[in-house]
């Protein structure tokens, strides 16, 4: 069993920054995915960026140039560091863990830009 705790979300103004944390606990392999998700209201929950244990990332192009995922594994941490931030950034984040025998999502964390 793996859990996955968010935090670091919030009320920003647009051209904003934010930087979103995960937590694993419980069983964590040394190899492992870890990667966000984000879903707004009455839409589907989309990919937003990915990291590999080796540090490979990949990235939704509509967050490239903007968003930066890192990785601590000593402390089996994933973060999303948020800027320039848009309105249509507005959506609760999850955080994703994929590993041998298990694919693990958060609670969210509420990320909403507004003027």
């Known amino acids: 069993q793996v859990q996955l705790v968010e935090s670091g979300g919030g009320l920003v103004q647009p051209g904003g920054s934010l930087r979103l944390s995960c937590v694993a606990s419980?069983?964590?392999?040394?190899?492992?995915?870890m990667a966000w998700y984000r879903q707004a209201p009455g839409k589907l929950r989309e990919f937003v960026a990915v990291m590999s244990n080796g540090g490979d990332t990949n990235y939704a192009d509509s967050v490239k140039g903007r968003f930066t995922i890192s990785r601590d594994n000593a402390k089996n941490t994933v973060y999303l560091q948020m800027n320039s931030l848009k309105p249509e950034d507005t959506a609760i984040y999850f955080c994703?863990?994929?590993?041998?025998?298990?694919?693990?999502w958060g609670q969210g964390t509420q990320v909403t830009v507004s003027s």
């Open positions: 994703n863990v994929v590993q041998e025998g298990g694919n693990y």
């Open positions: 419980g069983t964590i392999f040394s190899t492992y995915i």
